[in-house]
């Protein structure tokens, strides 16, 4: 019984990776992922040049569930790519970069870079919902979609990984994504969402609007993943309210074949990930399958 | 962990540049130990880490230096107006074994966690060297907190000769016989804490760090520690010097 | 001290209604919500002939939080409104009539219906996620909603609401809504997502996609009622994740005049809403406000 | 209450068309009482509400009658296939009084949540009346729920007269003193339940009806009782002849 599977041409040993954004923008930061036992790291979303990212208060925890962030994409700048890539190499895990940026040269700058370096592959970030320039203005237009990846795609040899959000077009952007040669889909980013202070009436994230993560938006990170899924019979990293075994299965089973935690990672992200593994393992054997791959996109035959 | 709202109780200039605030949070908050810290939130301005120096029953008490933008709003408000806080963050320190003798050694406004660890700790003995660059930054301690006023000795050093030791922190540390301290706890600026690690050496050093902290949760990775798998936020940010020595050298350098 | 206020010419004694689809299709069920002690009843989804709906199942509560729906817009049809309006009126609450079509005619067909039969104002669901041809499809293009509110408001006598969901230009149909003569606003309907039951590998909605409702999805329900009030400076009514006062608060100091209660309404429903009036006169004791119409929006003076 | 998955421990086919289901729950299940009933999932297929038959430690038993496509998939399932069950639903109707002498008059399937009432209740009597159409719809109840064979009489009744007395329900019921009850329970076909009421009249009468439930929630509102606020997945399925008279009357009727 095996639970390692085939993404964008990487092979990994379990399909549990953390989320970009989750630490991921230092040397320091890529050992402590390695640790929590994720079978490839993903970095923070780098930028070309060094972003400071807002002022706190940049995140907090929602009394309804879930997370709201505003980093603002801080990050050092395409230069660390390489000090991060040698890191993971130290560890023997697969590194995907996540690569920002506002327009086509931005991305394929910090991509090339990535590619040199030696990384895994590259997770273009299309989809942040709170930087402006970077996000999701993007991610919602199949045909920017379609440029980026293409003029990232046809210049890198590392495979690219397009990351969407949740909007009205995703399954279009999605299908241009694939067209302009993305070798697989991470689903989704964080929703755009705000936490007002109800004692002050004030927002509370110095941005306003943030990004929500967590529980709460793995009902909906699932629907996108089944609808692309239906759509493209594309290879699909689902992301987004995973914190056990079962909001993972529920994302292989709508057509990921990896997965990628952020929110949980907060709390005993060592405990998460292993729970997550150990419990897929017992769940496939459960189901009476023989590789976790079998389960791929399972909830569409009905 | 959601935002705990909290009332302003009172707010007072202890020093020059020096406040202390005592909050009432509106909903419970977990148990705090020593070294916990909050990010307090000054509404449309920062979120600042500040450690809780006292806690007396509902009541939470900071101490803190005006710095920039976020200490100085702060050191603005009024009683009666709301902040919000987050936390308890952080690992704690606190020692409980009545054989131990401490040597606290506290920078600047990095004697802000002492009264509320002396209070919580049990040990036979504890020292506090204070240290500030002149007399216009202190306060009376032990008034402050009659509480625990009987639970060390204090020893004051000043950079400008002003009051009590002349010299630094560093130079105290010098004429002090460490070895009849069984726990070395430093707090303080990061030149200060360095100088401290390099001078004793040994497992039963501390220090308390104090990094860029962003988020508190242990995912923006803004109070990582250099050379190291550790956040701040997480795991510190009381660390032994043999976990942080890389750290201090690097961050006083640059 | 005051908790009334005024929202699209209604004058409601405090700012708590139901949320459409939480009862509401009978004459009991008009009752039973009066005794839920709402300011105001709004009636299920209304289209001019009867509808079957989803066969079961048609809602879960989710491990992740919050309800997932796939009712199918069950309903009677236009002819039972006669009857909702002058069951309401024995209670002497005003009564809002949620109206649903594929096309304008539809909409005209059962608005006119709750006009001649004296309800209070109708409310046009533009926004249902999971109903083929009667939802979002309609409400995320600003053309067409501009097309059906005019219709309606063109017609009827009585103040038209339009009720939109979560969609990349919410904004745009909000201008286009309020250009096209309606009076108010609702945000939001539910979010498509899904659950899949991992032991059996299928989804569990009949529908397959369903709507998620309750707190997962109040951030995001606060922040589009903060976007489309900073724009607008519309009447809105606040919905989505309301289950205690300072929720209702946040929709309220976002832009909200009034607040719509669903999911929350499933266990205890008249502490639910006994307890979000209650705080909410202490809160704007608090704020030493005179009235809640004073804290409407307050949250964008910073 | 998010769903409970289980696995079916053994299906049974007890009389035409009839049929016994146990199933596991792979978590915890609230405590459950006589007359809450479950939505049972039936994957792909439907979501049919379900009387509790008997409760045995972790154990559920289910008493169903094949009447369209939901229960006939259900029928089919095999030991070892996994459903969902969305529970405990109702409120749920229990006696707990040595004193109560109670008449449960059951008609067809509407055995099935009686033997999960008659092993919770506490009375001094009780007479249970099951009415059949034809023999063919019985089953031995004594036999399967050993535990509470003493606890009752039993009276069967058959429409065509091929087992027991003869005769419906109500016709059995005519025969009996019903002053010798200070609770009668009716469970059955709305046109039974609607000659229940209006045979014995009194506050102590008791019927468990059968809307249609497709929430549970109390949000649907498809469960609603006629000219009444009450909703049967919240306040149900047990109501005295009171509340539900015109329900009754309305219901048979259309
Ligand atoms: C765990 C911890 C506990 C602390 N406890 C106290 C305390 O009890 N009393 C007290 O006076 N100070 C404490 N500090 C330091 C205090 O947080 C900073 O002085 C404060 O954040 C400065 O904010 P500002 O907006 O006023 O200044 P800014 O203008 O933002 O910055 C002034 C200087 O303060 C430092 N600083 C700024 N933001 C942060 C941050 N988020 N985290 C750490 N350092 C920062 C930087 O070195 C900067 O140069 C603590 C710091 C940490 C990490
Ligand atoms: C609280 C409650 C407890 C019940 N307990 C039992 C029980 O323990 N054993 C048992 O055999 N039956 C019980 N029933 C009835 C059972 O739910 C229906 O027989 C079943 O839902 C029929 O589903 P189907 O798909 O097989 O038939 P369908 O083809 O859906 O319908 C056949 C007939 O069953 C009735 N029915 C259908 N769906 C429902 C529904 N959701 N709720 C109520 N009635 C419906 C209708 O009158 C319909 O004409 C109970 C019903 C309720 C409301
Ligand atoms: C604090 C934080 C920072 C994030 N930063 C990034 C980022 O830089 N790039 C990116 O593509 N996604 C970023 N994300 C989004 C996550 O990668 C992920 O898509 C989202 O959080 C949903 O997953 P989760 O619910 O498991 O957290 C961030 C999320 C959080 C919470
Ligand atoms: C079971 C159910 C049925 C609903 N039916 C309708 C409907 O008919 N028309 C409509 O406009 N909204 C409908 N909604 C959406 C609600 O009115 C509301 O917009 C949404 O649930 C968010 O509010 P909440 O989080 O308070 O439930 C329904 C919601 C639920 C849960
Ligand atoms: S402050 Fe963000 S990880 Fe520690
Ligand atoms: S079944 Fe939906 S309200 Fe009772």
Excluded at chain 2, 201 to 219: D, E, F, P, S
Aim: a neutral charge; hydrophobic letters at 45%.
């Amino acid at each position: 019984m095996s639970l390692a599977v085939d993404i964008a041409g990487l092979r990994l040993k379990h399909p549990v990776m953390n989320a970009s954004g989750i630490l991921g923008s230092y040397r320091e930061h890529i050992a402590r992922l390695a640790s929590y036992g994720v079978s490839a790291v993903v970095t923070k979303t780098i930028t070309p040049k060094p972003r400071e990212g807002y002022n706190p208060p940049i995140i907090v925890e929602l009394p309804t569930g879930g997370l709201l962030n505003a980093v603002g994409l801080e990050n050092p700048g395409k230069d660390i790519v390489e000090e991060l890539v040698s890191e993971a190499k130290k560890f023997r895990i697969p590194i995907i970069v996540s690569v920002g940026g506002r327009n086509e040269e931005e991305f394929v700058e910090v991509a090339v870079k990535a590619d040199t370096s030696n990384a895994d592959a590259v997770e273009l970030n299309l989809s942040c919902p709170h930087a402006k320039g970077y996000g999701i203005e993007i991610g919602s237009d199949p045909h920017i979609v379609y440029n980026v990846v293409k003029a990232v795609s046809s210049t890198v040899k590392i495979p690219v990984i397009a990351k969407l959000g949740l909007c009205d077009k995703v399954v279009d952007s999605a299908i241009k994504a694939l067209e302009a040669g993305a070798r697989a889909l991470t689903l989704i980013n964080t929703v755009k969402a705000m936490y007002i202070d109800v004692y002050t009436a004030k927002p509370f994230l110095t941005n306003i609007f943030g990004g929500l993560s967590g529980p709460p938006i793995h009902p909906i990170a699932v629907r996108v993943v089944y609808e692309v899924y239906r759509e493209t019979k594309a290879e699909i990293i689902g992301c987004g309210g995973i914190y056990d075994w079962a909001t993972a299965a529920e994302m292989i089973l709508a057509g990921a074949r990896a997965v990628q935690v952020g929110t949980a990672l907060m709390k005993n992200p060592r405990e998460v990930v292993e729970n997550i593994v150990k419990g897929l393992r017992l769940w496939i054997e459960m189901l009476s399958l023989q590789s976790i791959e079998q389960a791929v996109g399972l909830a569409h035959k009905l | 962990m959601p935002l705990i709202p909290a009332r302003i109780l009172y707010i007072e200039n202890l020093a020059e540049n020096t406040y202390r605030l005592a909050v009432k949070p509106l909903y419970r908050v977990e148990d705090v130990k020593p070294f916990n810290f909050f990010m307090v939130w000054v509404p449309r301005v920062d979120e600042i880490p500040l450690s809780i120096a006292y806690r007396r029953r509902d009541v939470i008490e900071f101490l803190f230096k005006v710095r920039g933008e976020g200490t100085r709003k702060l050191s603005t408000l009024y009683p009666g107006n709301l902040i919000a806080l987050k936390g308890p963050l952080g690992r704690g320190f606190v020692v409980e074994n009545d054989l131990e003798n401490i040597l606290v050694l506290a920078g600047g406004i990095g004697i802000a966690p002492i009264p509320f660890f002396i209070s919580r700790s049990r040990y036979r003995r504890l020292d506090l060297v204070w240290g500030v660059r002149e007399r216009g930054e202190l306060f009376n301690l032990k008034n402050l907190y009659p509480e625990i006023s009987e639970k060390f000795s204090l020893i004051i050093v000043t950079e400008d000769c002003s009051y009590g030791i002349c010299g630094t922190v560093l130079d105290a540390l010098r004429s002090i016989d460490i070895n009849a301290y069984s726990i070395i706890l430093a707090v303080g600026p990061t030149a200060m804490l360095s100088k401290v690690c390099e001078y004793v050496k040994g497992n039963n050093v501390y220090v308390a760090l104090g990094t860029m902290v962003k988020c508190g949760l242990g995912i923006c990775g803004s109070c990582y520690i250099k050379s190291s798998t550790k956040l701040l936020c997480i795991e510190g940010p009381v660390f032994s010097c043999n976990e942080v020595g890389y750290h201090l050298r690097e961050s006083v350098d640059s």
